[in-house]
């Protein structure tokens, strides 16, 4: 599975943006997806996933209510699209895939094979 992610940018704080994540190789209904972040200094962290159908998504308490994980499956396409942003969401988001035959998303980052390149959300104040 090959990840492009894209989207990232500057934005205000209170904006919003969509992050995309364009798939190509396996069949993209045939595993879950997610998207971790990185801040400066920081670990990485889980920000969403959800399943191979568009069912199920989950995503972590810190962007509960602002943050909302959706997939296309006819276009090989993940998003994540970002309300109300904060500059503590400033970081290189990243999507990334299970397995083909993966089908249910988790939170834990060595649970996905493959990765895209990370695309930056600066959110100033």
């Known amino acids: 599975v090959q990840l492009q992610a894209s989207g990232g940018g500057l934005v205000q704080a209170g904006g919003s943006l969509r992050l995309s994540c364009a798939a190509s190789?396996?069949?993209?209904?045939?595993?879950?997806i997610g998207w971790f972040r990185q801040a400066p200094g920081k670990d990485r962290e889980f920000v969403a996933t959800?399943?191979?159908?568009?069912?199920?998504?989950y995503v972590a308490d810190s962007v509960k209510g602002r943050f909302t994980i959706s997939r296309d499956n006819a276009e090989s396409t993940g998003y994540l699209q970002m309300d109300n942003l904060k500059t503590e969401d400033t970081a290189v988001y990243y999507c990334?895939?299970?397995?083909?035959?993966?089908?249910?998303?988790?939170?834990?980052?060595?649970?996905?094979?493959?990765w895209g390149q990370g695309t930056l959300v600066t959110v100033s104040s």
């Open positions: 959800i399943n191979y159908g568009g069912g199920i998504p």
């Open positions: 190789g396996p069949t993209f209904s045939s595993y879950a």
């Open positions: 990334a895939a299970r397995s083909p035959g993966r089908l249910h998303g988790t939170n834990r980052a060595t649970d996905y094979t493959s």
